[in-house]
């Protein structure tokens, strides 16, 4: 399919689709992350990853990207319409994948010792020949790109300060123009705001949905926190010892089912939270 027809297809055709996930395991020794994982994602949707911790929301975020194999069998994976794992194989096409996927962290993963404008313009090397981007001979278009990402997440006064001194909420919004001067089509996002003040979190949280928004970028999200799942996300995928076991939308959390996914001590912490 050429790539006009592809930007042209129809709702619910295979172009539309961000993640098709079928039937996905994966194991570590004796343990099984991910259990049997369904789940489709459309392009522009924006769906959070909830779970306790240990049931394999980040193992299920890397098997998408396909940094990590999941079991051999009948478990598939695909991203855009790509194929990114099948029978246990990652895809030799993976890389040119993975380069329409903006990856954040919860850690930040910006190069501490480098000033955040230079951290950004790292999101243009997929497109330049490695010399230009290690002698700093960055194109001037993309430079002009990294100044307006920075501006658009709103850390622009602090192009020139070097990473490791910024805030965490700046890296962290950092790390987001770098993917947009990636020119990711899709974001996912492993706990990236686990690490943030409530404050920073918000901002994090509000820039994510104004992506999926206003420029129509899918965005995968793992949250531990459930308040900012029901509060930002329109989709709810729960996982629960690696098995999905809810998928719909937030507003149908409700209690009993919040209590089934985290368990009894759950209903506590939840209006703790939102007190
Ligand atoms: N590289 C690994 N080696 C061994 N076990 C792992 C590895 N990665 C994840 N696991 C295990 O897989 C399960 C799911 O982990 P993870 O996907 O990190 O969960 P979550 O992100 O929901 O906290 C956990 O039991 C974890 O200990
Ligand atoms: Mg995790």
Same mark, same amino acid.
């Given at each position: 399919?050429s790539?006009?027809?592809?930007?042209?297809?129809a709702?619910?055709?295979?172009?539309?689709?961000?993640v098709?996930?079928?039937?996905v395991?994966?194991?570590?020794g004796?343990?099984k992350a991910l259990?049997g994982v369904?789940v489709s994602?459309?392009c522009g949707e924006?769906v959070?990853?909830?779970?306790?911790?240990g049931?394999?929301k980040?193992?299920?975020?890397r098997?998408?990207?396909?940094?990590?194999s999941?079991?051999?069998?009948?478990g598939?994976?695909?991203v855009?319409g790509?194929?990114?794992?099948s029978?246990?194989?990652v895809?030799?096409?993976v890389?040119?994948?993975?380069s329409?996927?903006?990856?954040?962290?919860?850690?930040?993963? !910006?190069?501490g $010792?480098?000033? =955040?404008f230079s951290n +950004?313009? %790292?999101?243009?090397?997929?497109?330049?020949?490695?010399w230009?981007?290690a002698?700093?001979?960055?194109p001037?278009?993309d430079k002009?790109?990294?100044?307006q990402?920075?501006?658009?997440?709103?850390v622009?006064?602090?192009?020139?300060?070097?990473?490791n001194?910024?805030?965490?909420?700046q890296?962290?919004?950092?790390?987001?123009?770098?993917?947009?001067?990636?020119?990711?089509?899709?974001?996912?996002?492993d706990e990236p705001?686990?690490?943030?003040?409530?404050?920073?979190?918000?901002k994090?949280?509000?820039?994510?949905?104004? !992506?999926?928004k $206003?420029?129509? =970028?899918g965005v995968? +999200?793992? %949250?531990?926190?459930v308040?900012?799942?029901?509060r930002?996300?329109?989709?709810v995928v729960?996982?629960?010892?690696?098995k999905v076991?809810y998928d719909?939308?937030?507003?149908g959390?409700?209690?009993?089912r919040l209590?089934?996914?985290?368990?009894p001590?759950?209903?506590?912490?939840?209006?703790?939270?939102?007190?």
């Amino acid at each position: 399919m050429s790539s006009s027809a592809a930007a042209t297809a129809a709702p619910g055709s295979l172009a539309t689709s961000l993640v098709l996930a079928r039937d996905v395991s994966k194991t570590f020794g004796q343990r099984k992350a991910l259990d049997g994982v369904s789940v489709s994602v459309a392009c522009g949707e924006m769906v959070a990853l909830i779970g306790p911790s240990g049931s394999g929301k980040s193992t299920l975020l890397r098997s998408i990207t396909g940094l990590q194999s999941i079991d051999g069998g009948k478990g598939t994976i695909s991203v855009f319409g790509q194929t990114v794992q099948s029978n246990g194989r990652v895809a030799g096409t993976v890389r040119a994948t993975r380069s329409r996927l903006g990856m954040i962290f919860q850690q930040f993963n !910006l190069v501490g $010792r480098l000033s =955040l404008f230079s951290n +950004v313009m %790292l999101g243009a090397l997929g497109r330049l020949p490695g010399w230009r981007g290690a002698l700093g001979l960055w194109p001037s278009a993309d430079k002009t790109r990294a100044m307006q990402a920075l501006h658009r997440v709103g850390v622009s006064d602090y192009a020139a300060q070097r990473a490791n001194t910024l805030s965490g909420g700046q890296q962290q919004r950092g790390a987001i123009a770098r993917a947009l001067v990636q020119g990711a089509e899709a974001i996912l996002a492993d706990e990236p705001v686990a690490s943030l003040d409530p404050v920073s979190a918000r901002k994090v949280m509000e820039l994510l949905v104004e !992506l999926n928004k $206003r420029d129509g =970028l899918g965005v995968i +999200v793992t %949250l531990h926190q459930v308040d900012y799942a029901i509060r930002y996300c329109d989709r709810v995928v729960a996982l629960k010892a690696g098995k999905v076991v809810y998928d719909g939308p937030s507003t149908g959390l409700d209690t009993a089912r919040l209590i089934d996914i985290y368990g009894p001590e759950f209903e506590d912490a939840f209006w703790e939270t939102k007190a």
